[in-house]
């Protein structure tokens, strides 16, 4: 070793030497950016603002139809005769939804038509999950009776084939001041786009 290096006057990658100094450096900046590369590749699939994947099924558009009355139950001594008494144990009435999609974020309006009353809306809030359904809620109008009863609806699970939805929701009715509950299955029927 000692003639190597009184013959080139330093040993090979000596770190005290300025050039093989920056040699070890620039490859350690190389290494670095590779690892970022990999790492901003890996975390832009999931970014809101990378590019829809073609595989999503497109809930976006204005919809309308009608829903069918499955089953109202009725909890609690409050919601006792609801069912029959607001229209909702059996029937069809109309539908209309306005969707707006953001990968797998929906958002939008719905509006329910129902017996002996005028149309409920509220905002809609889903997301298109992994199997092509799109499961969401929305809160609606509250009916002020006795206090306040909210409905919303829950478990919206629907899918799309063409400019068809199918699939359906629970409506759930809640007082705020008594206890129970007034729960509707509804299925859609005839949901198409516009």
Do not use: K
């Amino acid at each position: 070793m000692t003639v190597e290096v009184a013959r080139f006057g330093r040993l090979r990658n000596d770190p005290s030497s300025p050039a093989d100094s920056l040699n070890v450096g620039i490859g350690r900046i190389l290494w670095c950016l590779a690892g970022s590369m990999v790492l901003l590749a890996a975390c832009g699939c999931g970014s809101p603002t990378a590019p829809a994947s073609s595989s999503l099924p497109n809930f976006q558009g204005q919809f309308a139809g009608s829903y069918v009355i499955t089953s109202c139950n009725e909890t609690g001594v409050f919601f006792s005769g609801f069912c029959v008494g607001s229209g909702s144990s059996i029937g069809t009435f109309p539908l209309e939804l306005s969707l707006v999609q953001n990968q797998t974020a929906i958002s939008g309006t719905v509006i329910l038509s129902r017996g002996g009353g005028s149309p409920i809306r509220g905002p809609f809030q889903g997301t298109v999950q992994s199997s092509g359904h799109l499961t969401g809620s929305a809160t609606l109008e509250p009916l002020m009776l006795f206090g306040t009863i909210n409905r919303d609806i829950t478990a919206w699970d629907t899918t799309i084939v063409g400019n068809s939805l199918n699939g359906g929701f629970t409506l759930v009715h809640r007082s705020t001041t008594e206890t129970g509950t007034m729960t509707v299955h509804a299925s859609l029927l005839q949901m198409a786009r516009r």
